[in-house]
């Protein structure tokens, strides 16, 4: 019995149309990436496992895709861990691989083996797929690609206005109007912890806050009280659930916050740093907006933090994303090494494009012109004129069967090809081709130069 054909869950294929589309997103991507001076890197699929875990926090670890040892993967399980079923022990010892959850921590990886090799500050850019065994659901898959530009080796807020511009320029680019990107510090969110006497906890604080917009503020609050935060606590950090107003109006609450953690200054002082910069280079059609909420999750951010979310109309979770990590390098023995990076969420983008009808109406790079198949010697004759317009730049195909002429003429008018070629004995007699316009039906005799010119 033949086996009915299944997608693994949360991958996806996708048809010429929608790999021309994505290419369209990749390419606007990645030219603005090379105007601000990135350039492109790749790393392998996998990592070894020691690379990965332990990068992203309890969370994360647990959504790394691990992958089995080759051949009998169970011959350095002691017998004792499988009958205590303890899947901790059990997956160090048969899986010494994993596919990688991002394309950060590889590129810390790869700045510490090549360290030698780079100018610093070293700024690069990535446009490669990573996995996450998370729940899918809409804009959210356990395959996809990310594409993130990087600075190593510069602790310049520079970077960071430098960032802001990229995202600005690439949602131009795109003519993707009226995204938000917002900003925050995790020195802030320090400070938050330190003045409620819970600077221990801070990353399951930060863990809890990352969710508000999935589980709101209950949700956060009962996370928090169950990670061990107070009461008293929680009471202290209200005013950051009820925070709002302009930029500069909430910088001045915060200053008020955090007037009693030097941390927090720090990272209130960083973010007038960027506003001011942005404020005397404005943004194209991005606004800038602060979000004190704002974590990301990642245990590895230690300044800035940034999140792009879509036009308000559109419902849609983020769209990039990033921050700034002043010692990523240092778990791979390099230390010292001030960090800066940023993302943009591909399949959101992808998304929101198709919801507002973004995407260019020719898009898809189809032949211009399709000719006839008559039979092999007018295939050759075909052939010999299809290579002249591959060779001027012209997309060009010859209909594979000598098959029933409506058959070939259906096949292009599905494919949306333009222009058909009907190129018979009389055609090859005179050296010329009858050229169909498939939009208007008019008919043409013309030799190749001709042909050329018309359909170019």
Same mark, same amino acid.
Request: aromatic share 10%; hydrophobic share 40%; charged share 25%.
């Given at each position: 019995?033949?086996?009915?054909?299944?997608?693994?869950?949360?991958?996806?294929?996708?048809?010429?149309?929608?790999?021309?589309?994505?290419?369209?997103?990749?390419?606007?991507?990645?030219? +603005?990436?090379?105007?601000?001076?990135?350039?492109?890197?790749?790393?392998?699929?996998?990592?070894?496992?020691?690379?990965?875990?332990?990068?992203?926090?309890?969370?994360?670890?647990?959504?790394?895709?691990?992958? $089995?040892?080759?051949?009998?993967?169970?011959?350095?399980?002691?017998?004792?861990?499988?009958?205590?079923?303890?899947?901790? =022990?059990?997956?160090?010892?048969?899986?010494?691989?994993?596919?990688?959850?991002?394309?950060?921590?590889?590129?810390?990886?790869?700045?510490?083996?090549?360290?030698?090799?780079?100018?610093?500050?070293?700024?690069?850019?990535?446009?490669?797929?990573?996995?996450?065994?998370?729940?899918?659901?809409?804009?959210?898959?356990?395959?996809?690609?990310?594409?993130?530009?990087?600075?190593?080796?510069?602790?310049?807020?520079?970077?960071?206005? /430098?960032?802001? =511009?990229?995202?600005?320029?690439?949602?131009?680019?795109?003519?993707?109007?009226?995204?938000?990107?917002?900003?925050?510090?995790?020195?802030?969110?320090?400070?938050?912890?330190?003045?409620?006497?819970?600077?221990?906890?801070?990353?399951?604080?930060?863990?809890?806050?990352? =969710?508000?917009?999935?589980?709101?503020?209950?949700?956060?609050?009962?996370?928090?009280?169950?990670?061990?935060?107070?009461?008293?606590?929680?009471?202290?950090?209200?005013?950051?659930?009820?925070?709002?107003?302009?930029?500069?109006?909430?910088?001045?609450?915060?200053?008020?916050?955090?007037?009693?953690?030097?941390?927090?200054?720090?990272?209130?002082?960083?973010?007038?740093?960027?506003?001011?910069?942005?404020?005397?280079?404005? $943004? +194209?059609?991005?606004?800038? *907006?602060?979000?004190?909420?704002?974590?990301?999750?990642?245990?590895?951010?230690?300044?800035?933090?940034?999140?792009?979310?879509?036009?308000?109309?559109?419902?849609?979770?983020?769209?990039?994303?990033?921050?700034?990590?002043?010692?990523?390098?240092?778990?791979?023995?390099?230390?010292?090494?001030?960090?800066?990076?940023?993302?943009?969420?591909? *399949?959101?983008?992808?998304?929101?494009?198709?919801?507002?009808?973004?995407?260019? /109406?020719?898009?898809?790079?189809?032949?211009?012109?399709?000719?006839?198949?008559?039979?092999? /010697?007018?295939?050759?004759?075909?052939?010999?004129?299809?290579?002249?317009?591959?060779?001027?730049?012209?997309?060009?195909?010859?209909?594979?069967?000598?098959?029933?002429?409506? =058959?070939?003429?259906?096949?292009?008018?599905?494919?949306?090809?333009?222009?058909?070629?009907?190129?018979?004995?009389?055609?090859?007699?005179?050296?010329?081709?009858?050229?169909?316009?498939?939009?208007?039906?008019?008919?043409?005799?013309?030799?190749?130069?001709?042909?050329? *010119?018309?359909?170019?």
């Amino acid at each position: 019995m033949a086996q009915k054909p299944k997608l693994a869950k949360g991958t996806r294929d996708f048809s010429p149309l929608e790999v021309a589309k994505r290419n369209y997103i990749i390419e606007n991507i990645r030219r +603005q990436f090379q105007r601000f001076g990135f350039q492109p890197i790749a790393t392998p699929s996998f990592e070894r496992s020691e690379t990965l875990l332990g990068k992203y926090g309890e969370e994360g670890d647990r959504l790394i895709f691990k992958i $089995l040892n080759s051949g009998d993967f169970l011959s350095g399980v002691e017998a004792s861990a499988l009958q205590d079923k303890d899947s901790f =022990k059990v997956a160090s010892k048969i899986s010494k691989k994993a596919l990688r959850y991002d394309l950060t921590v590889p590129f810390a990886r790869y700045v510490v083996q090549h360290q030698n090799e780079l100018s610093f500050p070293f700024k690069r850019y990535q446009i490669q797929p990573v996995w996450r065994a998370d729940r899918p659901q809409k804009g959210r898959f356990r395959e996809f690609f990310q594409c993130d530009a990087d600075v190593v080796g510069s602790k310049s807020l520079w970077q960071e206005v /430098e960032f802001v =511009k990229l995202y600005d320029s690439v949602f131009t680019a795109l003519q993707l109007e009226g995204v938000t990107i917002k900003l925050n510090n995790r020195k802030i969110l320090s400070g938050f912890a330190q003045v409620i006497g819970e600077s221990d906890k801070l990353i399951p604080f930060t863990v809890a806050l990352d =969710k508000l917009d999935k589980i709101g503020e209950e949700g956060v609050k009962k996370e928090m009280l169950e990670k061990g935060i107070g009461e008293q606590a929680l009471e202290m950090i209200q005013p950051i659930f009820n925070m709002k107003g302009s930029f500069s109006d909430q910088l001045s609450q915060l200053k008020t916050i955090l007037d009693g953690s030097e941390v927090g200054k720090e990272g209130i002082a960083e973010l007038q740093f960027i506003q001011h910069a942005i404020a005397e280079l404005p $943004l +194209q059609t991005a606004r800038l *907006d602060l979000d004190v909420t704002l974590a990301r999750g990642l245990d590895y951010y230690t300044g800035t933090i940034i999140e792009v979310a879509a036009p308000e109309h559109v419902h849609m979770g983020s769209i990039g994303g990033g921050g700034r990590y002043d010692d990523l390098t240092g778990i791979f023995g390099l230390k010292d090494l001030g960090g800066m990076g940023i993302s943009f969420g591909l *399949d959101r983008i992808f998304m929101v494009l198709e919801e507002l009808k973004l995407f260019p /109406e020719t898009i898809l790079e189809n032949a211009k012109i399709l000719f006839v198949n008559f039979g092999d /010697e007018e295939a050759l004759y075909a052939l010999k004129a299809i290579f002249q317009l591959r060779k001027r730049g012209i997309n060009a195909e010859l209909f594979p069967d000598a098959v029933k002429m409506g =058959k070939q003429m259906n096949y292009a008018d599905k494919r949306g090809i333009p222009f058909v070629v009907l190129a018979g004995t009389k055609e090859m007699q005179a050296n010329v081709f009858t050229l169909k316009n498939m939009v208007t039906g008019a008919q043409d005799s013309v030799d190749l130069e001709h042909l050329a *010119d018309i359909v170019s």
